[in-house]
């Protein structure tokens, strides 16, 4: 059984910059993707960034060049650094882990692991 249990969230105003962390309880995450999904009230839920077991990362075009997602193998942990926020970056992050029984596809991925969430409010 997967956990991811994320932290990090918070409130800040327009500009400022959060980051992010997932715990992943299992020790073979470091041969699957992770990615951040988030969703906001009244909204889809929507892939943020991806990263996969060989390090490339991928990203939504509304955080390119905003977002940046890393892991550190080590620590079994993943992160989401999220600078220049805005108010519609509001929304609860999720880490997810790839699961080939998953019912989430995103970038050719299959995701079917679901932390509990982080909200992330963005003031103007």
């Known amino acids: 059984q997967v956990q991811l249990v994320e932290s990090g969230g918070g409130s800040v105003q327009a500009g400022g910059s959060l980051r992010l962390s997932c715990a992943v309880s299992?020790?073979?995450?470091?041969?699957?993707?992770m990615a951040w999904f988030r969703q906001a009230p009244g909204k889809e839920r929507e892939g943020v960034g991806i990263?996969?077991?060989?390090?490339?990362?991928r990203y939504a075009d509304a955080v390119k060049g905003r977002f940046t997602i890393s892991k550190d193998n080590a620590k079994n942990t993943l992160y989401l650094q999220m600078n220049s926020l805005k108010p519609e970056d509001t929304a609860m992050y999720y880490c997810?882990?790839?699961?080939?029984?998953?019912?989430?596809?995103?970038?050719?991925?299959?995701?079917?692991?679901w932390g509990q969430g982080t909200q992330v409010t963005i003031s103007s």
């Open positions: 997810v882990a790839e699961d080939k029984y998953g019912s989430t596809w995103w970038f050719g991925r299959r995701f079917g692991y």
């Open positions: 299992r020790h073979t995450y470091s041969s699957d993707s």
């Open positions: 990263i996969d077991s060989d390090g490339s990362t």
